[in-house]
């Protein structure tokens, strides 16, 4: 009997082990067959869910409208393949089919494929395809590696060729970060605009006219040659000198010969750039500028209201500060801004080379921090400035907002810190100022604007005060308010200035030649032409805010133990919890079946 019953309680078990296999094996199977399937889906479809805050992984709303956009098939030819690729240009291309990829689901018009260039060349040959590439707007990066043969170098072709229409682009999407910033990393954060760019270029060939301003003492071409360079990816950049002809900025074409009648056919230019002048307007040049706004042109100013500056101090160690007479302050109150003729000092800035003494014949410098040499911070949430974080500003003035703004729309775009002081001129600028300790009592002026954005509608500085002469002037057609426009005013021609190197190479406006820092104003003044141009599609992906989270070195320091304490003993103490769980649940499960089965036993 006790042999009977201790086999079917073998068989029974025999059988319960039995199921167990089955059901594990089944599990298996079906585990391994919903991996596969949502492989294969996944080659064939493509999302994303971008959980960053920042949506960092997310496009533009502006390049989606692009793609969706499309008439006609856009071809991106990417050259990021190849055997010999480093780890970091492999990651890269990988970045840049998920870019592609990402395109390619809001618009079957794009297509995409990546490329070996030089696959099954011959040297010769790869040297004359590089040579086509460097032709066409794509030059090649030199790598260099050290392997079993010695020292070998091969070139990769650092970004695609778009075509469309029959006409082709080069974007060039591996780009070094002038703030040194590593390239893969700033290469990855780029690449949207850098695509978005040059389709752009291809499906929207005509390009906006952008001029700067020549005749009033204004900085030359040599120092804006990083910021014209800049602008002329986009816009058609041009230098223009007024000198009281009214053709200068307007198109007016002559219809009859005989009567003289003229046609004005409008703007010449959607953007004039008035950087740093330093001598006073004549009337009618005055004239001409104000009739371009009352057309609906822009203008970027970019205005020293005093004579400090840098240069004056090259070769002494102080200057006097003049207020600078440009003959442009009722011009700039009737369009609802004062530039004050004074200068600010900030706690926030920068430091320079300060003379401290003398070795043998040469002078010893030490880097003091000096105020009036501001270190810009401050910024509001526009587009214009989200992404900003620091520009570099010497001598720069303070603004005012002034007269009515019932049909104007006033910004502030940047300030100065909570620390700041006010210098009215004249006044003798010191480097000795850096030597002294700040009385804090003197900074006590704090988020003063230094750079304002004004947009509507304009009065004319003209108006009601028309000279007889002016009035004559029948082909500028006279109005006496604009439609809708814009304007920028900075009290700071030298952000947009960029210095020479020993090569007569410039170097990026914004560059600090004494600290090696790079500061953000060649982006800055970037985005305020954008902005002008109405160009709302580019400015929305440049200005895409992306906060690289940081830890408090602070926290870190006082509290490593303890955070490293967490990370080792939670993860182990929930490792444990589970394995208890489940030895308990292990238990009670085939607790019951034994109790189940003594229990038909004692039935039988």
Known sequence: MK??????????????????????????????????????????????????????????????????????KVY??????????????????????????????????LYFEFINPIEGKSKEESNAIFAEFYKKGLQPIPISKEDAGGFSTHYVVPGAMITYKNNEYPATLVVADPSGMDWLEYSIQELEYNLVASIRKLVKPKKLKVAFLDGHGELDFINTSWVAWQLQRFYSVERVSIDGRINALREIDLKDSVTKEVEILGNKYDVLIVAQPTQPFRDKDKYIIDQHIMNGGKVLWLIDQTTASMDSLQN???????????????MFFKYGVRINANVVQDLNCQTIPIGVGQMGDKTQ????????????????????????????????????????EDRLKKTVLMTTSERTKLVPTPAIVTLMVARS?????????????????????????YDGILPIEFDTIK?????????PTRQIFVSDGDIIRNFIDKNNQPYPAGYD?????????????????????????????RSKNLKIGSLNPTKVKNQKHFYAVINIVIPLAIIAIMGIVLIILRKVKYGKRRDESGERRDEK
């Open 3 to 72: 042999t009977k019953e201790m086999s079917n309680n073998q068989s029974s078990e025999n059988k319960n082990s039995q199921r167990f296999k089955k059901s594990a094996l089944i599990s298996l199977a079906a585990t391994i067959m919903i991996l596969v399937a949502v492989n294969i889906l996944s080659s064939f479809l493509f999302f994303r869910i971008d959980l960053t805050k920042d949506k960092r992984h997310s496009l533009s709303k502006s390049t989606i409208e692009l793609l969706k956009g499309l008439e006609d």
């Open 76 to 109: 991106v030819k990417v050259y990021l393949k190849g055997d010999n690729q480093p780890a970091d240009y492999q990651l890269f291309a990988e970045k840049v089919r998920e870019m592609l990829q990402e395109f390619r689901s809001y618009s079957n018009n």
């Open 316 to 330: 002494q160690a102080e200057c006097f500060a003049m207020p600078r007479n440009l003959r442009l302050d009722e």
């Open 365 to 404: 410098y030490k880097y003091m921090a000096y105020p009036y040499a501001i270190k810009v911070a401050n910024f509001t949430d526009h587009p214009i400035v989200r992404k900003m974080k620091e520009i570099k500003s010497d001598f720069a003035s303070t603004i005012d907002f002034v007269g009515p």
């Open 437 to 461: 300790v700040p009385n804090m009592e003197e900074f006590a002026f704090k988020y003063k604007p230094l750079a304002v954005l004004v947009e509507g509608v304009f009065r004319s500085a």
């Open 475 to 483: 082909q500028l057609g006279f109005k006496s308010e604009s439609v």
């Open 513 to 541: 030649r004494y600290t090696g820092t790079m500061y953000d104003n060649s982006e800055f003044i970037m985005n305020c032409v954008n902005y002008l141009c109405a160009d709302d599609d580019l400015l929305q992906i």
